[in-house]
């Protein structure tokens, strides 16, 4: 069963909606259509879809939630909001590519509807228009927020480029595999949980401990990732059955068993060897994935960062209305959907 979804989510999208969207469609006429169907909002020809969006909105919450942990309201994190989410979407254009994915969000990706190079230009697009809206007012808490968006993006781009050449190498190990997410996914959700806090001129250490929560969130999250890109029910991932496994993809669990030093873990790395998985050799590899304990790791692995993205809340003396919010957030993104 899925958990409850938060309220904060909604508001986000009530406040965080129209100014994506007002700031997508700054984009030029043929770089926009695509981009508002990456979206949700368009359709192929670039009609209005009624009631279309995009995904959860998580790392916009967190940027308006990170201004209301200071006293500020959610209006000072929109900037931030809009610039994290619209730097999220830049990687997930890639990623699809990188990732030869077909699908996201139960439609077809940009690329496949719009050609591998339009598809590398948005995301290119969307990037670069994160910047321009932090920079839309010359203030120093902006100026300093887009020169922090930079560095986060800097290190997202270095964990997906880890992350590629892991697929690639057989000598990875566990702990590896998690400076790559530290970077990937840790990177954006620091950054995104702590936004708001330095556009409402914060203190260096409440901004540094709200980041800490982000940093610990970020490695939870792709944990619980990794596990439904191998056991997540395609109706709710929007992803073919085990396509993380189908890719050969060397994701925390696969790693995990991997280096278990177990048959399971021999037999798996063999099959990893074969030149093409067929849906039996899938559901093989799930289970042996499973009897090496990797999908036991991941989901205390999870656990365990939950534990310390709580402490790094409990440290940042915030608002203690928003300290709950901000963790209510949290179980929901790492319980999602398993």
């Not at 006293?71 to 999220?88: F, S, Y």
């Not at 399971?264 to 304990?293: H, I, N, S």
């Amino acid at each position: 069963m899925n958990p409850r979804v938060p309220a904060a989510l909604e508001r986000t999208r009530l406040l965080v909606g129209p100014a994506l969207e007002a700031a997508v469609n700054r984009l030029s006429p043929r770089i926009r259509r695509p981009g508002r169907y990456h979206f949700g909002w368009a359709d192929q020809r670039g009609e209005t879809v009624p009631g279309g969006g995009h995904g959860k909105g998580v790392r916009p919450t967190l940027a308006l939630l990170s201004a209301e942990a200071v006293g500020a309201p959610p209006e000072v994190g929109l900037p931030g909001a809009v610039a994290v989410e619209l730097v999220h979407n830049f990687s997930l254009v890639h990623d699809d590519i990188i990732d030869d994915d077909p699908e996201r969000r139960h439609r077809a990706t940009v690329w496949k509807v719009f050609g591998t190079g339009d598809a590398i230009v948005v995301g290119d697009a969307l990037m670069l228009l994160a910047m321009e809206v932090l920079l839309d007012e010359s203030t120093p808490e902006r100026t300093s927020a887009a020169a922090e968006l930079v560095r986060a993006t800097a290190d997202m781009i270095a964990g997906q480029y880890l992350d590629m050449t892991f697929d690639r190498s057989g000598s990875v190990d566990v702990e590896q595999c998690w400076e790559m997410v530290s970077l990937k996914t840790g990177a954006l959700l620091t950054y995104a949980c702590g936004v708001g806090a330095m556009l409402a001129g914060a203190p260096t250490d409440t901004v540094r401990l709200l980041g800490r929560f982000g940093d610990h969130l970020g490695r939870a999250f792709q944990a619980v990732d990794d596990l439904l890109g191998i056991w997540g029910d395609p109706a709710v991932t929007g992803k073919p059955v085990g396509n993380d496994l189908r890719n050969r993809k060397r994701s925390i669990p696969v790693i995990v068993a991997l280096h278990s030093g177990t048959p399971a873990g021999d037999r798996l790395e063999k099959l990893y060897a074969q030149d093409r998985l067929d849906d039996a050799d899938l559901a093989r590899a799930a289970d042996l994935v499973e009897e090496a304990g990797g999908r036991e790791a991941c989901l205390f692995a999870a656990r365990e960062d939950m534990d310390k993205a709580a402490e790094a809340l409990s440290q940042a003396g915030i608002e203690a209305r928003v300290e709950e919010e901000l963790m209510d957030l949290a179980e929901f993104v790492v319980n999602r959907q398993y």
